[in-house]
């Protein structure tokens, strides 16, 4: 079944201990989009202005990732941002510069064709944007959603609203934290689970994930399940894992849940393992370079990785 | 099979958000023993003072730990620990105070019954005394290992050797940062592997904990494997809780190891979720109190929830 992404499409210019890059494709809404292509079909909508070619079109049309939901502002830039790692924490970008341009003015508009989307992700947006998104595709049978400090911080009353239409959040520790204003991860699960989303993944970063639920959702009485993340000796660019564990999640449910059926608790599982397949394909090289030469036998073969990593048996 | 194991018994004055406890029972081989107890036969070699009474006796007794190893010092006082965790890092305690008192002129003395012991611990005391240890064990099956940031700093050549009479070096997320000087835990672990121990387990806190093998050690070509961590709401002491995982990790080993038989990779991946449950243990109450209140049928229990948090079947 098909994914409909609402985010950012971006050029990122990064430096990391590993080397740097100057105005690479990136995005969270381009980064989903590539991980989830290789388990369904994908919808973008995003802005960008004309510095927007043909080169980086064909880095969608190559993964056959339907971008009429792209909209072209002629005239204008695309949203750019420059940031960089240091090896002390790779966790942790510090930005350097940020242009939003056209993204300045984002209203996403959802084109005919992609109104019967079965999935929805929110890609990290201004909340309101998200809830206007998710009010004008009230027949989704998933939506899935990320947010960042910010919002938490300063827009927590529409990020209220974004919460109780999603069914799955997905943030990293630090956000979960924020959001619940708790240490404790279990603690802050729990609060967070009472905000609205029928489950909550919290993304560790090379600890993997935890996915906890909502009493009574997915099955009835479900039992947190953590996925590992693969021991990586060098982290190129972390930018955008954490997109591509999204789209390797929701993806993935996307494409073993059959119309008319709700999505499993086996699925969510397995879900989470190729969430932390796709983030960990996703550090190895510069912005999507990695997701762009990969093929469904690699990501196969990782997922045994990932397996083998945590399985007794 | 018997676990011979060498480190502090102490007393610790503790803090934490859930509340503090004064002179409580601790110390390293302590919460090692307790834990390990649960599995097979420990034997402690440690050093106390006359304020160490029968009531501290009684909490190993009750365990059927061999206490003849715990040398008496008559007139002295026995090691006191005062820290404080906070809210913030739970992770990190910060020491008030520390009275080494007899642990001082510690010198491990290893009784006549205590030579045939098949598995030793040594745990985290001056890296000279715990090569002495070692060579006097020269036929001990597997020998495990425990250290610190200060002799990993201070005492590096000690250590070396002690590392290079390892079969398997435990210790945390920053230990091993230090002792590789490289922030990537994985290519942390392949540097430190090649200082002597044939396996190294990474413990991540409330993360879980990771084993990394040698080339060709324990069944040939093993890939890491890595055990989850309960997702804990409150946290009320974590002091003790990487030994408490080093005694349920060993314990477990000694206890499926056959005589005249090697320690199997299927042991050494159970015992790594046997360790992540008894560190589980050790955090929930103050102290030994809640490994001392435990029961086998519990940990098993317990078994069985790490793996439905982990397992996709």
């Known amino acids: 079944m098909a994914i409909l992404v609402v985010g950012s499409v971006a050029f990122d210019s990064i430096q990391s201990p590993s080397g740097q890059v100057e105005r690479v494709l990136g995005g969270a809404a381009t980064h989903f989009a590539l991980a989830a292509s290789f388990f369904t079909e994908v919808q973008v909508i995003a802005v960008v202005g004309d510095d927007f070619t043909a080169k980086e079109e064909s880095v969608f049309k190559a993964r056959k990732i339907d971008t009429r939901g792209i909209e ?53 947006i201004d909340p309101v944007l998200q809830a206007n998104v998710r009010r004008r595709m009230p027949k989704v049978k998933l939506v899935g959603g990320d947010t960042m400090n910010y919002w938490i911080h300063d827009h927590r009353s529409a ?4 919460l109780r239409g999603l069914d799955i959040l997905l943030i990293n520790d630090a956000e979960a934290r ?23 993944v919290i993304k560790h970063g090379e600890y993997g994930a935890t996915i906890f639920f909502a009493d009574g959702e997915f099955g009835g009485r479900s039992h947190p399940f953590r996925a590992p993340a693969l021991p990586i000796e060098e982290v190129v660019d972390p930018t955008g894992a954490g997109d591509s564990f999204a789209g390797g999640f929701m993806g993935y449910i996307a494409s073993v849940t059959a119309e008319g059926t709700e999505v499993s608790p086996k699925a969510l599982k397995k879900a989470m393992f190729y969430g932390g397949v796709m983030g960990s394909f996703a550090v190895e090289k510069f912005g999507t370079e990695r997701l762009q030469h990969l093929t469904r036998e690699q990501i196969e073969a990782r997922f045994e990785q990932f397996r083998r990593l945590s399985h007794l048996d």
């Open 72 to 124: 072209r502002v002629k005239g204008g830039k695309t949203f750019h941002w420059a940031g960089e790692y240091q090896s002390q924490d790779l966790n942790d970008a510090k930005t350097l510069a940020t242009h939003l341009n056209v993204f300045e003015g984002f209203n996403p508009k959802i084109p005919p064709e992609y109104e019967s989307a079965e999935f929805l992700f929110l890609a990290n």
């Open 159 to 162: 990020l209220d609203q974004v």
């Open 178 to 200: 924020l959001l619940a204003d708790d240490r404790s991860l279990a603690r802050a699960a729990n609060r967070i689970l009472t905000m609205g989303p029928k489950a909550l």
